[in-house]
């Protein structure tokens, strides 16, 4: 089986991984302990319920260390499933595939915290009407991965770097001179999707007026932002960020904004608990 993601090579991804752990010596324990003619029948499974992903990425990592294992992956990214739920059945040469257990499990025990986590803040949200995104606090290297489990979650993805769009910050303000001066900018320069970042609501009106597309309502609590959106009437998206929890992204979402955004969803999430059992054979 093979892991695809658009920008994304598994196989060098997989392979690079792989070459970290192992270093210049190889699996010494596994050398040493385990004889060569030796094989392995075993079951992952979550320990908890999560929101499963990066099932056939985990599936990858042993294929390339054995490819005439035989791997079966029993859910599909995406999937809710409860504690106790055998997610990828594998049997092939044990030196191998111990090998690559390590690599395979911190892969998808990563991207199954992050789906996790992020599930539990769009359920947080359901019904408002308000929609969840990610951001780009990503692992540097992992941006690609990361923001697929968000999508696993139910999360819907922002930015994927500095290319997709402009983000007008408070430090391009300082230097730029204003909020109108900047915005100006990136509309001359082509820039089809403006993104201006606001924490004051008389930032409001210049924004939009100079050509913004969008509004980031920073960390302002829920009476300004029900305030901010009033006044936006409709005419651009509005995205509610700075430091949204659990606990308040409820509140954060009915007070009528298009998006929120949450960091948390990837600098935050723990790692689900999957484990890697061997079965007699």
């Given amino acids: 089986m093979a892991f ?37 029948r075993g079951v992952m499974a979550s320990r908890d319920a999560i929101i499963v992903a990066g099932v056939e990425l985990a599936a990858d ?20 499933v409860a504690g106790g739920t055998a997610l990828l059945r594998i049997e092939g040469q044990a030196r191998a595939l111990l090998t690559a257990e390590r690599s395979a499990l911190n892969t998808i025990q990563h991207l199954s915290g992050i789906a996790t986590l992020t599930h539990s803040y769009v359920e947080a949200i359901a019904g408002t009407g308000a ?11 992992l941006r690609l991965l990361e923001k697929y489990a968000t999508l696993m ?29 900047a915005v100006r900018r990136a509309v001359e320069a082509g820039i089809a999707r403006i993104i201006v970042e606001v924490d004051r609501i008389d930032q409001i009106a210049p924004a939009i007026e100079a050509g913004a597309t969008w509004l980031l309502l920073d960390n302002m609590p829920p009476p300004v932002l029900r305030e901010a959106v009033a006044l936006v009437d409709g005419r ?27 960091g948390r969803l990837t600098q935050s999430a723990p790692a689900a608990d999957i484990g890697l059992d061997f ?3």
């Fill in 4 to 40: 695809t993601l658009n920008s994304f090579n598994a196989d060098t991804f997989v392979a690079a991984t792989l070459a970290e752990d192992m270093g210049s010596g190889g699996d010494i324990t596994a050398a040493a302990v385990i004889p060569p003619e030796a094989r392995f």
């Fill in 61 to 80: 990592f042993f294929a390339a260390l054995d490819p005439e294992s035989r791997i079966e992956a029993l859910v599909e990214d995406g999937a809710a």
């Fill in 131 to 141: 929609v969840l995104l990610d951001t780009r606090k990503t692992i540097p290297g």
């Fill in 153 to 181: 979650g139910g999360a819907q993805n922002h930015r994927m770097g500095l290319w997709d769009a402009a983000m007008i910050k408070d430090n391009h303000v300082a230097v730029a001179g204003g909020i109108a001066p």
């Fill in 236 to 262: 651009v998206p509005t995205e509610a960020s700075g430091g949204v929890r659990l606990d308040t992204i409820r509140a954060i979402a009915e007070t009528g904004v298009t998006y929120i955004s949450v």
């Fill in 279 to 281: 079965e007699p054979l």
